[in-house]
């Protein structure tokens, strides 16, 4: 398996567009988890999946963020408008069990609003 | 309250010492789980250990969990110019589903 795919690995883009963020999780794990990090904040959760179904969004910043998961190989966070303070790492994660086997993270994609 | 303290929040030593980092959390936990990160790149799971479990190894690594005092220690033996990167803990609690909640990291870096 290639592991867990993020797409762009960069993205730099002007303040007021949309961005799409792409992840493609490991085949047959039931969790998808959206981190954030920066040096401030750390890593945040934005928001995680089951089995495709958003279960807790509570980390997403505003409504200017939303996230889908279409099917269980592909996940998007879309932030629309896009502000200055959105800059930061976006992490995609994704998990087989509930248990606890550990996360298996993409390369992130580093996001950069100017 | 913030899950997942780190300490120290850095570290340098010399190639062949021993690490040691420390995690505090707040509240009960099903587990807790050690990640690494290298620079510029994602989060590797390291170890993970149940709040039934008190000691586990993995390689150079070990992992402590002391449940009374809601902490736990990553040592790493012997250490390598290549180990050198951010350590991250990160806790499962009982009441938070399968979601992990991760502290601030410990720098470690590793001197040749």
């Known amino acids: 398996d290639a592991g867990v795919i993020q797409s762009p690995r960069h993205e730099v883009t002007e303040m007021g567009q949309e961005v799409t963020l792409r992840c493609k999780p490991i085949?047959?794990?039931?969790?998808l988890f959206w981190y954030r990090q920066t040096m401030m904040r750390g890593l945040e959760l934005l928001i995680y999946f089951n089995n495709n179904v958003p279960i807790d969004d509570s980390g997403m910043p505003e409504d200017r963020f939303s996230a889908k998961m279409p099917n269980a190989s592909f996940s998007t966070l879309k932030i629309q408008p896009s502000e200055p303070r959105d800059s930061a790492v976006y992490f995609c994660?994704?998990?087989?069990?509930?248990?606890?086997?550990?996360?298996?993270f993409g390369s992130g994609t580093r996001l950069t609003v100017v | 309250s913030q899950q997942g303290e780190e300490d120290p929040q850095a570290l340098s030593i010399q190639e062949g010492e021993n690490a040691t980092m420390n995690c505090s959390y707040k509240t009960s936990i099903n587990n807790l789980q050690w990640y690494r990160q290298n620079s510029g790149r994602g989060l590797v799971h390291l170890i993970l250990?149940?709040?039934?479990?008190r000691e586990k190894h993995s390689g150079r690594l070990r992992v402590t969990l002391d449940t009374s005092k809601k902490s736990s220690s990553l040592l790493i033996t012997a250490s390598r110019a290549a180990d050198t990167a951010s350590y991250f803990c990160a806790t499962e609690r009982e009441t938070s589903g399968s979601r992990l909640t991760f502290g601030e990291g410990t720098q470690l870096t590793v001197n040749p």
């Open positions: 250990i149940r709040s039934n479990e």
């Open positions: 994660a994704s998990s087989a069990d509930r248990v606890g086997y550990g996360y298996t």
């Open positions: 085949s047959g794990h039931d969790y």
